[in-house]
């Protein structure tokens, strides 16, 4: 039933070249950045499916810019639920996404980024265990950069999304800050971290390559193809910057 389960959403850009992922240019192509991050979304999504195996979830993705439907319909799994944009700013957008799922009755929510491929099923399966659990709480995801990667609630806290420095090295310390406020139980994960620079890309580039590591196919393929027709950028993976 729809509330025994936690709807999953993907905070996500349709892949505009010169819109997204643009602090990966240069090492790639304004063209390239936006194929990265369609490559991206896929992974993330198939790391959603794969979690749903284990524990009660439904997919969605809540997609910028309006009018992108068809370019979301075509990248997601069947079965995944599109939320519109409402707020064109990062916190609002948050905001927005939790009230509208809680509000078509989940039992609780997961709102998780686009930047990160590889982000293992395991986190999102242990995020959804920890809300199934009785009381109220926020389960957060921290990223290696100061913010988060994943934010779980079955209530609507407005004040986790308030006065939030957002894409800065403070967002997740001040959440935890803004839970402990409000008298929130808060739930941390294992840290893991979002691919949005060059380091990052090289980060995930040597991960995805190590010890057979089989997640983020989509990408992996997409990283392979641009190294085997580029030297210098598979000089530049490997040495990490």
Do not use: M
């Given at each position: 039933m729809v509330e025994e389960a936690c709807a999953v959403a993907i905070m996500a850009k349709a892949s505009l070249a010169g819109e997204v992922k643009t602090?990966?240019?240069?090492?790639?192509?304004?063209?390239?950045?936006?194929?990265?991050?369609?490559?991206?979304?896929?992974?993330?999504?198939?790391?959603?499916?794969?979690?749903?195996?284990?524990?009660p979830i439904c997919g969605?993705?809540?997609?910028?810019?309006l009018g992108s439907e068809g370019f979301f319909r075509e990248v997601l799994p069947a079965g995944f639920g599109l939320l519109p944009p409402r707020e064109p700013t990062l916190?609002?957008?948050?905001?927005?996404?939790v009230r509208e799922l809680l509000a078509q009755?989940?039992?609780?929510?997961?709102?998780?980024?686009?930047?990160?491929?590889n982000?293992?099923?395991?986190?999102?399966?242990?995020?959804?265990?920890?809300?199934?659990?009785?009381?109220?709480r926020v389960v957060l995801g921290p990223a290696a950069d100061g913010g988060y990667y994943l934010i779980g609630l079955k209530r609507l806290h407005l004040r986790l999304f308030?006065?939030?420095?957002?894409?800065?090295?403070?967002?997740?310390?001040?959440?935890?800050?803004?839970?402990?406020?409000?008298?929130?139980?808060?739930?941390?994960?294992?840290?893991?971290?979002d691919v949005d620079d060059a380091?990052?890309?090289?980060?995930?580039?040597?991960?995805?390559?190590?010890?057979?590591d089989r997640r983020a196919p989509r990408t992996r393929a997409f990283l392979d193809?641009?190294?085997?027709?580029?030297p210098g950028l598979r000089r530049l993976f490997d040495g990490g910057g």
């Open positions: 602090r990966l240019v240069p090492p790639l192509s304004h063209a390239q950045a936006a194929e990265f991050n369609t490559c991206c979304i896929a992974d993330v999504a198939a790391a959603i499916e794969d979690a749903a195996g284990r524990v969605f993705a809540a997609y910028h810019p916190g609002k957008s948050l905001v927005h996404a009755g989940w039992g609780a929510v997961c709102l998780v980024n686009s930047d990160s491929p982000l293992p099923s395991e986190l999102l399966a242990d995020a959804v265990r920890r809300l199934q659990q009785p009381g109220d308030d006065e939030i420095d957002w894409s800065t090295e403070r967002v997740y310390r001040q959440t935890l800050a803004r839970a402990v406020e409000v008298g929130l139980d808060a739930v941390s994960l294992p840290e893991w971290y380091d990052s890309l090289a980060q995930l580039w040597r991960q995805l390559r190590a010890d057979g193809g641009l190294v085997a027709a580029d």
